[in-house]
């Protein structure tokens, strides 16, 4: 029988001496009064690109949601099962929210396998074929409409960014969501963090251009 990961044992102890103890009391804070965070961050799965490292959280600073790709799906109350959509909800209407980042990054496995489904095939009876259906038709213009004016990594970069303007879009679907956004309580952002160089890009909201922050 396999024991717990020893990896992560090593790091929990790291943790409970280097970053527990000195932050004992907001931690105990956070027990006894609960989280009160004002961003929430919709971010990949990728164990490279943790919005809680990129942004340099303390604990309770970030409520974070993390899927295949960081997509939004659009507004469907169809009585299916909506991890995204619940989370999202939970943080407009209970937690209150200011600020909503949807967070792409550099050399996503989910991207890649989108712009080419031939050679990553995504079963479209399983969850994860599913799931990235969302992105296929931003996947095929992509793939198609520069041709060969684009490297193979140009294109990646470039489906990586369309689909947080995509999910930026998607959020706006969601009535909890665009009714706050009008009255100036909600503010919907996109980024795009560059795991090669560590750089974090963000998005113009007028035009949907990408910009390195400073």
């Not at 079963?123 to 990235?132: E, L, N, R, T, Y």
Request: overall charge negative; glycine content about 10%.
């Amino acid at each position: 029988m396999t024991g717990f990961p020893g990896s992560l044992l090593d790091g929990y102890r790291s943790f409970r001496e280097s970053r527990y103890e000195p932050e004992r009391g907001r931690y105990r804070a956070l027990a006894e009064h609960g989280q009160t965070p004002e961003v929430m961050v919709i971010a990949c799965c990728d164990s490279r690109s943790a919005p809680e490292t990129v942004f340099n959280a303390a604990p309770g600073e970030i409520f974070v949601v993390r899927n295949v790709a960081n997509l939004v799906p659009p507004y469907e109350p169809d009585g299916r099962h909506q991890s995204t959509s619940a989370a999202l909800e939970f943080a407009v209407q209970s937690l209150k929210v200011r600020h909503v980042v949807v967070l792409g990054h550099g050399r996503c496995g989910g991207i890649r396998a989108a712009l080419h489904p031939e050679a990553e095939p995504l079963s479209p009876g399983d969850f994860i074929g599913k799931w990235m259906t969302l992105l296929g038709p931003a996947a095929r213009e992509t793939a198609a409409g520069a041709g060969s004016a684009m490297t193979e990594a140009e294109r990646q970069t470039a489906l990586e960014r369309v689909s947080v303007r995509n999910s930026v879009a998607n959020l706006r679907t969601f009535p909890c969501v665009s009714i706050l956004e009008d009255r100036g309580r909600l503010h919907l952002h996109g980024a795009w963090f560059d795991i090669a160089d560590g750089e974090l890009w963000t998005m113009d909201q007028a035009t949907g251009d990408f910009s390195r922050a400073e």
